[in-house]
């Protein structure tokens, strides 16, 4: 993941967008002028009939395979810049725009196996335009409650977010035709690649029997070694302890390590949440005391927003989720309000540690709503999905809302404006996240499989990390078992005390400096960082799925660390462009664009079979 590349500067460059009456014209005659209705018409539709789907279909098929998904405003942000190209280097707030949208509608398409966990729940399916409803409110409270947080996360805290940084970065480098050439040069190459591995794998039988995934060695590829290499690890602990785990009754005698391994890996992202949490908490309370310090400046005209009718925005839309979930799906009153108002505290909890560490662990909050949903009473699975759904929906689109605005503050884009894009994104994603868990759950029956009471299922690349544990953990209400306890203990103390282990390494200057003095030091910290301290977070992963997926997975994020560091290349930089002197960010690497197009190769190739195959038993 990208990393700040520089400090942050006192205050964001003042916007200089033309509006309609006059001003710089575009390069190109046939373009709009910037500012006018048709300008906010073009990229509204590229954004929401291109960007957008293809961003949402590779979301959606990400977490059905894989459990989670590569947000998609890197790709967004490239394909939007060739669009907005011929404004120049004032394109970049156009471009910004339209990833804000895109990436709205990703997220959400993301939340489509919260319907497929509905389904292994055996949850009576609703109307569809039930559910685009209720998830299409959700996501409305959702981007309202991020927008509120907005001012004191990223105007008076101004957190990092280091992924908005990367993009704002991008967005600045991208007015250089010959960079943006090679960009989606490097992305259509992956994405055909992608879509031919996945045809051959499900053409070729020896590629599928060894699970073959062209998205699954793409992801490895966008996050490097040193987040997939852990999961090789916990994968292959599993494996190795799964035959005692058999013996004493943990497992049955034919049960997968994942079915006990993902209630340790939820454990041990929340043992390890505690100390980040604790940390960032300090963190906080050190920036507001420093911020309270310094004169306050007066709002730009850019990022005024109005307060009253914010508020009137989240208190409509609650109201609508309370109306469409109690009327329409019959849900009680009492837990929807519960998820409402746990979002409204973990929306501001994750969109802390987001900012500072770019991780949302909404895996953590889930785990504590279904924690304190028990404790509450609640033993029916079906009113605990609808509920943490809620707050899951949310905490996604609140806090992807605050890292966008993060952007729009480094670059001076319009803040209500980019708020509006956003919102129409939502309704998109509404959608398409309903409408894309019909598609795919129709064309791939084994999706509708509840893995964990059929755990010898033949389910090829469709791990469904993410409702295996969240189905999991939802089935535990009122009702843990001694194991299960035992199971949950283990991996708090496993993710808390590697955390702090981890934390405190970092903060020794003496090893510091070793790692970073010599290669022999690089080595060593590099070992430690992913094999011997290995973040709980991204351990855990090879507890949500099976063996040859986190092979797959770190396989790709270890070639994607060896070709980065062989070939050595000079950083590079943005010719002639607003961003010159700036070292790009590492989501712009080949191999991270080459990655993030073998995801978007290999969702499109199964999408359009699966509509192929739909549409030729309807004919």
Not at 421 to 448: E, T, W
Request: glycine share 12%; charged share 10%.
């Amino acid at each position: 993941m990208a990393q700040p590349l520089s400090p942050l500067p006192s205050s964001p460059p003042t916007p200089t967008l033309p509006d309609a009456s006059g001003g710089i014209a575009p390069r190109f005659g046939w373009l709009p002028a910037p500012g006018s209705w048709k300008f906010h018409l073009l990229l509204s539709a590229v954004a929401i009939f291109i960007l957008g789907p293809l961003g949402g279909i590779a979301a959606s098929y990400m977490n059905f395979s894989l459990g989670f998904f590569v947000s998609g405003q890197v790709l967004a942000g490239i394909l939007g810049s060739a669009i907005t190209y011929g404004y120049g280097p004032e394109g970049k707030h156009g471009a910004n725009y339209m990833q804000t949208m895109a990436a709205s509608v990703a997220s959400m398409c993301a939340m489509s196996v919260l319907i497929q966990a509905m389904v292994w729940l055996g949850m009576p399916q609703p109307p569809v335009w039930h559910l685009m409803l209720f998830v299409g409110c959700v996501g409305m409270f959702g981007v309202g409650v991020g927008m509120l947080y907005t001012p004191l996360l990223v105007d008076r805290l101004q957190l990092d977010y280091p992924s908005g940084y990367a993009v704002a970065n991008i967005l600045r480098a991208l007015t250089d035709k010959r960079l943006l050439k090679a960009s989606i040069a490097k992305l259509g190459g992956g994405t055909g690649l992608g879509a031919v591995v996945a045809g051959l794998t499900e053409h070729v039988a020896v590629l599928g029997k060894f699970g073959v995934s062209a998205s699954t060695v793409g992801a490895g590829m966008v996050v490097g070694s040193r987040i997939t290499v852990p999961a090789i690890v916990g994968g292959v602990i599993g494996h190795l302890f799964t035959p005692y785990l058999r013996s004493i009754g943990w497992l049955a005698p034919e049960e997968p390590f994942r079915r006990i391994g993902f209630l340790i890996g939820l454990a041990m992202i929340c043992g390890a949440a505690v100390v980040d949490l604790s940390l960032l908490a300090v963190q906080a309370v050190d920036r507001v005391r420093n911020r309270a310090k310094a004169p306050a400046d007066e709002v730009p005209a850019w990022k005024q927003v109005s307060l009253p009718k914010l508020f009137g925005w989240v208190g409509f839309w609650g109201v609508a989720v309370v109306g469409v979930a109690t009327q329409l799906l019959e849900q009680p009153l009492g837990f929807i309000l519960f998820g409402l108002g746990l979002s409204l505290l973990f929306v501001l909890v994750n969109g802390i540690a987001f900012g500072i560490t770019d991780q949302n662990p909404i895996s953590s909050a889930f785990v504590i709503s279904v924690l304190l949903m028990s404790l509450l009473g609640l033993k029916n699975p079906v009113v605990g999905v609808m509920a943490a759904s809620i707050l899951l929906i949310s905490t996604s689109v609140g806090c992807d809302m605050q890292q966008d605005r993060s952007t729009g503050w480094r670059l001076g884009t319009d803040r209500t404006l980019q708020f509006r894009y956003q919102v129409i994104g939502i309704v998109m994603g509404a959608v398409l996240c309903v409408g894309l868990a019909r598609v795919f759950m129709s064309a791939y029956p084994v999706l509708a499989i509840n893995q964990l009471d059929n755990p010898e299922a033949q389910v090829g690349q469709w791990s469904s990390a993410m409702t295996y544990k969240f189905v999991g953990a939802i089935r535990s209400l009122g009702s843990l078992s001694d194991h299960t306890v035992k199971a949950l203990l283990l991996g708090l103390a496993i993710g808390f005390t590697i955390e702090v282990a981890r934390k405190l390494l970092k903060r020794n200057e003496r090893y510091q400096g070793f790692v970073k003095g010599s290669r022999a030091g690089y080595a060593v910290g590099w070992t430690m960082d992913a094999v011997l301290l290995s973040s709980p977070y991204a351990s855990s992963f090879g507890g949500f799925v099976n063996l040859p997926v986190s092979l797959w997975f770190g396989a790709g994020g270890i070639v994607s660390s060896l070709w980065n560091t062989l070939m050595k290349r000079p950083a590079a930089h943005a010719a002639g462009s607003p961003g010159e002197g700036e070292v790009l960010p590492e989501d712009m690497s080949t191999t991270s664009l080459v990655g993030g197009g073998l995801i978007a190769g290999e969702s499109l190739y199964f999408l359009l079979v699966g509509l192929a195959g739909l549409l030729a038993l309807l004919w």
